[in-house]
């Protein structure tokens, strides 16, 4: 086989079901329904194997896992392996036996989505009623003395509210909150002309993220994922491809990155078919970015190389059509103009009712 490290950490989508519809979600638009999700036995197979493979840390995610049922089976058997479990949720359906059983499962923590700290704006974006039930989900966690983590993707409808969700934050005692400005794959792609910012809007965010972590002093930890598009700097892929983490979907095939699936050529291997050792070191998939060899001009002679490892390829692929060209996000990219002129493009403000397309079962995005 060849010579690569093994992965360390592993995101794994149980369902692409969610009683959310957001606007900005990063599912794919063809969505996977529940009839081709692996089963109990199959996943707790892919957890064996990617035990033995090295993995120590699994985001639980989806859509929304909490819609399996056999949900603590699945943390039971991350646990028995040995690795982390954090249940990545949007807290609608987590009721206090339900997280007792997943904790006496061995769920060691909780990252909450949040859309917004107004509970209307929070439900427009979310296109579902869900506030009080992250409220709610907020209070069981820290009274359980889980750790809480709330993720909140940022956009032209909530960015200006950024005070109010650290506020937010605060007043339900969580330990991060992660500010992760929207990256444009799946949904979120579908409706970038509504979600996208502009220049003095992610300037004005930036500022405010600054002073809190002045005021604050690392409690909580505020996590700032930069916007590529306006900063003109390209989010290294995944710690870059293949190296340290892998997904699973649903229905089993597994993908360097969890927005790898429109991505021409990848032939990505499933784990009914292959092991998961074989997926991670030999598939095409997997080996396809991975490493330097692929890159061209001015990726290969670029000192940033080893750092940005060329930006993301999912990117690159939804804004020029090659997803081996340079990321247009970098500002050094011959295509940067198509990200710039997004950007700069004219703007007003939020609009109070945005149009968005929302993601929805068993529909495709125009």
């Given at each position: 086989m060849t010579a690569v490290d093994p992965p360390w950490a592993l995101l794994a989508e149980l369902t692409h079901g969610c009683p959310l519809r957001c606007a900005y979600c990063s599912n794919p638009v063809e969505l996977i329904g529940p009839s081709a999700e692996l089963t109990t036995t199959q996943w707790i197979d892919v957890l064996r194997q990617a035990a033995d493979l090295g993995i120590v840390q699994m985001h639980v995610s989806g859509g929304e896992p909490l819609l399996r049922r056999d949900l603590t089976a699945i943390v039971a058997a991350a646990d028995r392996a040995g690795i982390h479990t954090q249940l990545v949720t949007s807290g609608v359906g987590l009721h206090e036996k339900r997280l007792g059983e997943l904790m006496d499962a061995g769920l060691r923590s909780v990252q909450l989505s949040v859309q917004h700290a107004d509970a209307a704006a929070s439900e427009r974006i979310a296109g579902a009623r869900s506030f009080a039930a992250k409220e709610r989900a907020a209070r069981l966690v820290r009274a359980a003395g889980l750790p809480l983590g709330l993720n909140v993707v940022l956009?032209?409808?909530?960015?200006?509210?950024?005070?109010?969700?650290?506020?937010?934050?605060?007043?339900?005692?969580?330990?991060?909150?992660?500010?992760?400005?929207?990256?444009?794959?799946?949904?979120?792609?579908v409706n970038r002309d509504t979600l996208l910012p502009g220049r003095e809007q992610v300037d004005r965010a930036r500022r405010s993220v600054a002073a809190w972590r002045d005021r604050l002093g690392g409690?909580?930890?505020?996590?700032?994922?930069?916007p590529d598009y306006v900063d003109g700097t390209a989010k290294p892929c995944m710690g870059g491809w293949g190296s340290v983490s892998l997904t699973v979907a649903p229905d089993g095939t597994v993908y360097p990155c969890?927005?790898?699936a429109p991505l021409p050529g990848l032939d990505a291997p499933n784990v009914k078919d292959h092991p998961l050792e074989w997926i991670w070191r030999e598939s095409k998939a997997f080996t396809l970015y991975r490493g330097e060899q692929w890159m061209s001009e001015p990726c290969r002679s670029c000192e940033l190389r080893t750092r940005d490892f060329g930006g993301c390829r999912c990117q690159a692929y939804a804004l020029t059509g090659d997803a081996a060209r340079t990321d247009p996000a970098c500002r050094l990219s011959p295509d940067h103009g198509l990200v710039r002129a997004l950007v700069d493009a004219p703007r007003e403000g939020p609009s109070p009712v945005p149009a968005y397309v929302y993601r929805d079962e068993g529909h495709r995005a125009p």
């Open positions: 956009h032209r409808a909530n960015l200006d509210a950024l005070d109010d969700i650290v506020e937010l934050g605060l007043a339900w005692g969580t330990d991060r909150i992660e500010l992760a400005n929207t990256q444009f794959y799946g949904w979120a792609l409690r909580p930890e505020l996590v700032w994922v930069v969890p927005a790898a």
